[in-house]
């Protein structure tokens, strides 16, 4: 429809109650999700020589403005004239995105629950925000604002799933991959079960085995650490500074 076609139905009361009084006499009654369909085959009225779209007028007279961006329904119904079920890209309901997003409480991670890209990030459409990531979205409707240019939204939980707003920070490009780098590292550490220990508990492993207390699986399972892992402290093929001058002499 035409912007010229949509400003006179703003100016013209008799052609707005004219097609107001049709579109009425056939909305189907509410539906138990909110839906008001409407009961005619096409979604157009003809009128005054011209092709009037159902939702198009009812969206133009509810805004009392004229529009050039596409209508889209929050619900599946296309042929859905409930007023609260429109939306443009300039009023898009947050909803239409959250609804995707496992909000836990502030401090969990808050997992996208949609598709992911191949890096493991949430992948979303939202109308109005030029972006596919969903913690991109994620920021900036929580913020209100676009990201700023040459700025990029982190997370500062590492968990490119995640949409809670507390877990992202918008930072340079550097600060990201250097997020990206301690994170590796953090796995890492953790895949080859160091980053539990401590010397403490090295030397505790160390005693326990070579005075005969614990077996080395009694002592990977105590301290919930791979068997490999274990046996390398006490053959001394790791952390042998620490268990230096340590007696290794094995009992049993
Ligand atoms: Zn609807
Ligand atoms: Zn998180």
Known sequence: MKTQQLKQLLENETLASQLLTYITQHQLPTSADGCILYGQPKLRIYLNKQNWMVIRVLWT???QKVTQHAIWHVCNHLNCTNLEHLYTIDDAP???????V????DDQCWPWLAGVDREGYG???YPGINSRRANIIAWQLANGQA???QMVVRHLCHNPRCCNPAHLAIGSSKDNSQDSVRSNRVAFGERHGRAKLT????????E???SGRLTQRQLAEKHQMRWETIRAIVNKTTWRRTTQGL??????
């Open 247 to 252: 007696n290794d002499s094995h009992i049993s």
């Open 147 to 149: 990201v700023p240019d």
């Open 94 to 100: 947050p909803e239409l995105f959250w609804k995707h």
């Open 61 to 63: 007279l509810a805004h």
């Open 123 to 125: 992948k979303s459409a």
């Open 199 to 206: 010397e403490k508990s090295v030397i505790a492993i160390y």
């Open 208 to 210: 326990d085995y070579h």
């Open 102 to 105: 496992d909000r836990q409480t």
